[in-house]
């Protein structure tokens, strides 16, 4: 079947706008994760979905950024008045459950670009 | 902290000649360990996980709870192992807290 897919795979934003990015998990997929790489940087975690709650929100790096999930469907990362050290590539894993068996499948990614 | 590091940015590895890309990890616990490879325009994608004590495309890699390491090794390289390498930590919470990666290349 399909795997994770995200959208846009590219965004260039002026410094101040919203963005808006989005992502769609392996159906049946309950965990799903957001994670940033930024320039010759490892990845960086952001938060955690289980289902349509997010059990862990501590990688957000400010209350400028939110994430929700609708079910355990699809999710959005929102980033309000972007700032250039936003620039990144964001991607989004699912996995099937929590525990042994949950190999994450990732997404392409999304990459931002803040000018 | 729950940290996990990979010392070298990039390893250079003549083809036939073995592979170990570093791995060091800080955790108080029992972690599950793993191994993500990202080929050229690819998607990154599981390589390995130390509970299933597996060997993938050739890599093994073993928790060695004393070094706190989990080094990746393969001991002959190939062309197509050229690669983005993540070693990555799970933590009791289902956080998974990735390392900077290493870059190996493989030299003809």
């Known amino acids: 079947g399909a795997g994770v897919s995200q959208s846009p795979s590219n965004k260039v934003t002026e410094k101040g706008k919203d963005v808006e990015l989005r992502c769609d998990p392996i159906s049946g997929h309950t965990a799903l994760y957001w994670y940033r790489q930024r320039l010759g940087q490892g990845l960086e975690f952001l938060i955690y979905?289980?289902?349509?709650?997010?059990?862990?929100k501590s990688g957000l790096p400010s209350d400028r950024f939110s994430a929700e999930r609708t079910g355990e469907s699809v999710s959005t990362l929102t980033i309000q008045r972007t700032q250039q050290e936003d620039s990144a590539v964001y991607l989004c894993?699912?996995?099937?459950?929590?525990?042994?068996?949950?190999?994450?499948?990732f997404g392409p990614g999304t990459r931002l670009t803040v000018l | 902290a729950q940290r996990v590091t990979q010392p070298e940015k990039l390893l250079s590895v003549f083809k036939g000649a073995p592979v170990e890309l570093k791995c060091n990890y800080s955790?108080?616990?029992?972690?599950?360990l793993f191994w993500y490879v990202q080929y050229s325009r690819q998607r990154l994608q599981l390589l390995l996980r130390h509970i299933s004590r597996e060997s993938i495309k050739g890599f093994t890699a073993d928790l060695n709870k004393g070094e706190t390491s989990f080094h990746l090794k393969k001991p002959f390289a190939q062309e197509e192992d050229s690669a983005m390498y993540y070693c990555a930590l799970k933590n009791r919470d289902d956080k998974i807290i990735f390392g900077k990666g290493t870059r190996l290349h493989i030299l003809p």
């Open positions: 979905f289980q289902g349509n709650s997010a059990p862990d």
């Open positions: 955790y108080s616990g029992s972690p599950e």
């Open positions: 894993a699912s996995s099937l459950q929590r525990g042994v068996t949950d190999t994450q499948y």
